[in-house]
């Protein structure tokens, strides 16, 4: 699973799913609960990048209660954060909030610095825009104790999403999203880079119609070949939007 991980942090989503598929095989082979927690933990995450939310939110939770029974603190841990996640895509913050308190409580708890970083990080997006930068600096000052260069990724790229700026980074948005792309491009982060893309566009949409469909379609066309199907169908659904306004002028 630990390779599974670094395919999703270099954004090969489809790559993964073999890989998940022997494991799987493997944990129901073996009868061993902490496995099988591990890798349905996994599933989910994979299910939730291409757009299958009930699915994942259905993996997350067989996660859950295996890691419940064998007392797997770790996989409970990463079940709370991906049911969490998956609350927030699905627009129920209230949802997203008890989850991700108790994945960082757990997190925090057991040393699992990176759950709590991605934990934190959804946190910061499910709540009150007043106690966002608070929680975003502490995301922050773990991400940088915890020195994952994918991690610093997740963290600037949320906070210039939420318009809260990234030090280190340009004062302009656009501008610091490129700076950003330039990071994550010699890390091989090819899903960072298409959410850059997509960021850039709905930077540019209100004053820069045709700049932005540019974005959004370089967007696209990268998440979906990296088998990123939720977040390309959010591209492809600002580029709809983007379409009919530049015919509407």
Same mark, same amino acid.
């Given at each position: ?49 291409? &757009? ?58 057991? &040393? ?81 880079? &298409? ?25 696209? &066309? ?28």
């Amino acid at each position: 699973t630990a390779r599974v991980r670094v395919l999703r942090d270099l954004g090969l989503i489809e790559d993964s799913i073999d890989m998940l598929q022997s494991a799987r095989d493997l944990a129901d082979e073996l009868e061993d609960p902490r496995l099988f927690a591990i890798v349905h933990v996994e599933l989910g995450h994979h299910a939730m990048l291409t &757009g299958k939310l009930s699915d994942a939110a259905q993996e997350a939770r067989r996660a859950r209660d295996m890691a419940l029974s064998c007392d797997a603190n770790a996989e409970l841990t990463r079940a709370e954060e991906l049911l969490a996640a998956i609350a927030l895509l699905s627009g129920d913050h209230d949802e997203a909030l008890r989850h991700a308190r108790d994945a960082a409580t757990r997190a925090e708890r057991h &040393g699992l610095k990176g759950v709590l970083i991605s934990a934190l990080l959804i946190l910061v997006q499910a709540s009150p825009p007043e106690q966002r930068p608070e929680i975003l600096a502490q995301a922050r000052t773990l991400s940088e104790e915890f020195a994952n260069p994918f991690r610093d990724l997740d963290v600037a790229l949320t906070s210039l999403r939420l318009g809260l700026g990234e030090p280190g980074l340009a004062g302009d948005d656009y501008v610091a999203l490129q700076q950003l792309a330039n990071r994550a491009e010699p890390l091989l982060a090819q899903r960072h880079l &298409g959410l850059c893309q997509l960021a850039q566009a709905q930077v540019l949409a209100p004053h820069d119609v045709r700049g932005a469909l540019d974005h959004a379609r370089l967007s696209e &066309g990268l998440l979906r070949r990296l088998g990123a199907k939720l977040e390309a169908d959010r591209a492809s659904e600002l580029v709809a939007q983007l379409v009919a306004i530049d015919r509407a002028r």
